[in-house]
């Protein structure tokens, strides 16, 4: 999300389309990552670690991000 919102002042964008840019950076992808990762006979209990981590940090992320911008 920070290289994103230096890309967007970057760009000029303004308020709304960077917040709307920065919320869609900070949500997590784990929808398709733990499906993924059991197709292709990974590590489901690393998979899952990583997603529960990933998203406990997206919240914190788009707290910030509702709050700032």
């Known amino acids: 999300p920070m ?3 230096l890309c967007g002042r970057w760009l000029g964008l ?5 917040k709307l ?7 997590p992808t784990a929808v398709i990552s733990y ?6 006979e990974g590590s489901p209990a690393l998979a899952s ?4 981590f990933s998203t406990l940090l997206s919240i914190l992320a ?3 991000i509702v709050v700032a911008f």
């Open 3 to 5: 290289l994103g919102w």
């Open 14 to 18: 303004g308020a709304l389309e960077q």
């Open 21 to 27: 840019i920065m919320v869609l950076l900070a949500t």
């Open 35 to 40: 499906t993924k990762v059991v197709e292709l």
């Open 49 to 52: 670690g990583s997603i529960v």
């Open 62 to 64: 788009l707290v910030i």
